[in-house]
């Protein structure tokens, strides 16, 4: 089967499900979307630019926050708003903050990022009189497209125009992500990737694209964070939590980093399988340690690197 | 201020595991977290055992500590089965593997000892309290203190008086040479990671009296001990130290002073000194 027919199927799947799958299914392809845009952002650092951010959560913080803010402090309900407004407070944390993390490589950038993430995390854990501290701030219904759908119950709300939409996010983020990494700023990406001595004597500023790499995943996170919030109408700190940020590095390799729709394969995977083994036994964790821990061990291609051999999104770019 | 202290020892515990390990496998083990967990849990299991056999509390801190090392002995398996087979990878991999442990190690608390917090009742005064410095703190602080000090000094002699510590040290250099130089590096592999898990544990099982084991607090230490060795410098133990000393006086002065500070200035120091300096203040060349 080709990929574009894969693709295809499950795109349509994805619009028919809310007419035919159970609503409960139906719901749980909301946090999915919004990991997906999420992790398609954090695949541009981990899979193309080989920088892996184990604090990405505090984007995904920032994005779900803005959202909650607009929502119940500002009474803004517009969602285009909210997510121009996420996307705008990612990048402008994201500069400074990936100014000083794309300065180092491996360890220590993951080591970085996971201390900003933990400021971010205590910053709304502590300050609870600006953020509701643990309990969180609630995230007001939306209106979508400016059109206000007050009347209708919340799951026909989620279930319907509200999927919807998350899907238009997700596929224009896809397209948007497409045509980044198959430009020739994504190839000197992952020039950069494999070799940065090299790219910097091909005179690839290497440590600038690093930074452009790494704001456009904040981007990304922060309008997946932003997406998150309606579904539960709340937004709580441990959204922000390097446990969460580890959770996508996890979905991301589940699904196979070095392919580009892996990581939307991952959110979809990891969404659903927690789903499951929850309702199973109560500790999804430990089951999912063990997963990873054989990812690791024996599958570093994920999903996508078993499930078929064709040619990864390297080769056939190049 | 002494509390901090006091914090500070177990921390240390905790970050020398995770140098001496960084040090020789060079994985930055986040699962240290989760073994600080695990000791702690062990504790109360063992005190409760201990106390219900009727042996005298004052004593209670010996199969406390006994407790605490013995369980180290889980390194064994884990190092022999899950992080052997990632040595020569990406650190990314490493760094993931040691996250799926954390995520194994929490629920199999979980399964083991429930959700509820659990606590040697009443133990934690058994010593009484003494006057230090215009204020009383509990006996058992000082003990650990004393103990934490005890050990940093037997590691101190470990890695530079004894053959093992040169072996670590040289290996912690130059793999390969001491490799060819004929050094098991399996056995050695094994050993300090169970030397390093052993310490967390350790650790675990001392803070017990003071506190209650949670299942979170292996992923809440983590991130401290994650700062102690940040501000001291990966892989030195003398960084541990002094990071660890940092970190507990640091935040007991900001919760006194400013609670929502707390950890928010640990984690703004981390940031300065990681940019600042990211060797840290005793780390070593970049490897």
């Keep these: ?318 | 201020m002494l509390s901090g202290v006091f914090h500070g020892s177990i921390l240390f515990l905790v970050s020398a595991g995770l140098q001496v390990v960084f040090g020789v496998q060079k994985i930055f083990n986040l699962a240290c977290g989760s073994f600080y967990a695990l000791g702690a849990y062990v504790g109360v299991s063992a005190v409760g055992w201990y106390v219900g056999a009727g042996g005298p509390p004052a004593l209670f801190i010996a199969p406390l500590a006994v407790a605490g090392l013995a369980v180290g002995a889980v390194g064994v398996p884990v190092e022999r089965g899950l992080l052997r087979f990632v040595y020569d990878r990406d650190e990314t991999f490493q760094l993931l593997l040691t996250f799926a442990i954390v995520l194994m190690m929490e629920d199999a608390i979980r399964m083991t000892w429930g959700t509820s917090p659990r606590s040697t009742s009443g133990l934690y005064l058994t010593y009484g309290r003494v006057g230090v410095l215009g204020t009383t703190v509990p006996v058992y602080n000082l003990i650990v203190i004393g103990a934490s000090l005890a050990i940093a000094v037997l590691i101190g002699w470990l890695l530079t008086r004894t053959t093992f510590g040169w072996i670590i040290r040289a290996s912690a250099d130059n793999r390969e040479m001491t490799e060819a130089l004929g050094v098991d590096m399996r056995r050695l592999h094994t050993t300090v990671f169970t030397l390093g898990t052993a310490l967390g544990t350790l650790g675990g099982a001392l803070v017990i009296p003071a506190t209650a084991a949670m299942s979170e607090m292996g992923i809440e230490l983590i991130v401290e001990a994650f700062a102690v060795v940040v501000i001291g410098g990966l892989g030195s133990m003398r960084g541990a130290f002094v990071g660890a000393l940092v970190v507990g006086v640091l935040r007991s002065i900001a919760i006194s002073v400013y609670p929502e500070l707390e950890m928010l200035l640990i984690y703004l120091i981390v940031i300065a000194v990681l940019v600042l300096r990211p060797r840290g203040l005793f780390g070593g060349p970049p490897a």
Aim: charged residues 10%.
């Design chain 1, 1 to 318: 089967m080709s990929g574009r027919l894969v693709l295809a199927l499950a795109l349509g799947a994805t619009v028919l499900a809310p007419l035919v799958a159970p609503t409960y299914h139906v719901l749980l392809m909301l946090p999915f979307m919004a990991y997906a845009v999420a992790l398609l952002g954090l695949n541009l650092l981990f899979g193309y630019t080989g920088l892996v951010s184990f604090g990405h959560a505090l984007f995904l913080g920032v994005g779900a926050y803005t959202g909650a803010f607009l929502t119940s402090v500002f009474k803004v309900r517009s969602m285009e708003v909210i997510l121009v407004a996420a996307a705008a407070l990612g990048a402008l944390v994201a500069a400074p903050v990936g100014a000083l993390c794309v300065r180092y490589v491996k360890i220590y950038f993951g080591m970085l990022t996971l201390a900003f993430g933990m400021v971010f995390y205590t910053f709304v854990l502590k300050f609870y009189r600006l953020t509701g501290g643990d309990e969180g701030m609630p995230f007001l219904r939306p209106t979508l497209l400016g059109r206000s759908i007050e009347g209708l119950p919340k799951t026909d709300y989620l279930a319907g125009p509200y999927y919807y939409y998350s899907l238009a996010v997700l596929v224009l983020a896809t397209l948007v992500m497409w045509r980044i990494v198959h430009s020739p700023f994504g190839l000197c990406l992952k020039t950069i990737r494999d070799n940065p001595t090299k790219a910097e004597t091909l005179g690839i500023g290497v440590a600038r694209y690093r930074w452009c790499a790494f704001v456009i995943s904040a981007v990304y996170a922060a309008v997946g964070g932003a997406l998150l919030g309606p579904p539960t109408g709340n937004v709580d700190p441990t959204l922000a939590y390097w446990t969460q940020s580890g959770n996508i590095v996890f979905m991301t390799l589940l699904g196979g980093f070095a392919s580009f729709f892996g990581p939307v394969l991952g959110a979809f995977v990891f969404i659903y399988l927690q789903d499951w083994v929850m309702s199973v036994v109560p500790f999804w964790r430990l089951i999912f340690g063990a997963i990873l821990a054989a990812i690791v061990i024996a599958a570093p291609g994920g999903l996508a690197g078993l499930w078929v051999r064709r040619p990864s999104v390297e080769a056939s770019s190049s």
